[in-house]
């Protein structure tokens, strides 16, 4: 009996002990939900900075918290009926499931192979899908130093279109140019070549009307452009640029088509097996 009571003892003395421990290692503790320090000390990177490690810890602890604050708030301000939100979960639990079965459906059923004759067709017939603001080139687009001993060379043989000397200047600009685009081989809208440039679109697009090649020296940099081809804003763009578009307006139409008949399969098949009932 002494030796059970021991063990006893020693068993509520150990509990306590783990209690007052986990008790110390709390961050946060808001209603149940506890935030211990080790969750987030472990979050903060090696060798930070005592103020910086506390602002971390405080960002953490207010993403952490505000959430659960605002759940405590509206337990504490909207109506029973207002915090019940059974239909809102059955909804969405049945939107889930929904969605699952029509994404099971469609896999099995959809045909993702499109033939560029199929292509072609839909392109010859959804032309003006295929007409932008924007300008669609083939381009060559390099910036490189304005003190470069190699600028001299590169600004020579920009706008060349012999095979010999391409191969000089692609190697030029491999090796010195501080960025160094060939659209040459597909083409691409002049969005992407302001991106490429960082300049203004509306800039470019003037430049272009102008002339299709520029150079634009500055202080640190000089950037070198030449357009292969272009089709201007508002044309009719090249079948080669809207492949992946047609390719995908295609499946998009597939898809709607299968949902369609999946939508009708399923209200004649209701009807049939009297699982609706209409009463017009």
């Given at each position: 009996m002494k030796r059970l009571s021991a063990i006893l003892i020693v068993a509520l003395m150990l509990a306590s002990c783990s209690l007052f421990q986990s008790k110390s290692d709390i961050l946060v503790k808001i209603g149940k939900d506890v935030l211990y320090k080790q969750d987030v000390y472990k979050l903060i990177p090696e060798g930070s900075s005592a103020h910086d490690s506390a602002i971390m810890v405080d960002q953490y602890v207010q993403s952490w918290a505000l959430p659960r604050l605002k759940t405590?708030?509206?337990?504490?301000?909207?109506?029973?009926?207002?915090?019940?939100?059974?239909?809102?979960?059955e909804d969405f639990r049945n939107n889930l499931i929904s969605f699952r079965y029509e994404k099971m459906y469609m896999e099995s059923r959809i045909d993702t192979i499109v033939s560029r004759d199929q292509m072609e067709d839909y392109y010859?017939?959804?032309q003006q899908s295929f007409i932008y603001d924007y300008s669609v080139v083939k381009a060559r687009l390099i910036t490189i130093g304005s003190r470069s001993p190699y600028y001299s060379n590169i600004k020579e043989l920009y706008q060349t279109t012999n095979p010999d000397e391409l191969s000089q200047l692609h190697d030029l600009c491999q090796s010195y140019a501080e960025k160094y685009e060939d659209y040459s081989q597909s083409w691409v809208s002049m969005l992407q070549v302001a991106r490429d440039l960082g300049m203004m679109m509306s800039e470019l697009e003037d430049m272009l009307s102008q002339?299709?090649?520029f150079i634009i020296e500055g202080e640190q940099k000089n950037i070198l452009v030449f357009f292969y081809e272009i089709y201007p804003p508002?044309?009719?763009?090249?079948?080669?640029?809207n492949e992946k578009k047609i390719q995908e307006a295609i499946i998009s139409k597939r898809?709607?088509?299968?949902?369609?008949?999946?939508?009708q399969d399923l209200l004649n098949e209701?009807?049939?097996?009297?699982k609706m009932k209409r009463y017009d």
């Open positions: 405590l708030k509206a337990q504490e301000q909207l109506t029973l009926e207002e915090r019940d939100i059974t239909k809102e979960i010859n017939n959804h002339n299709k090649s508002n044309t009719l763009t090249p079948f080669d640029y898809k709607q088509e299968i949902l369609a008949k999946l939508e209701a009807l049939e097996n009297n």
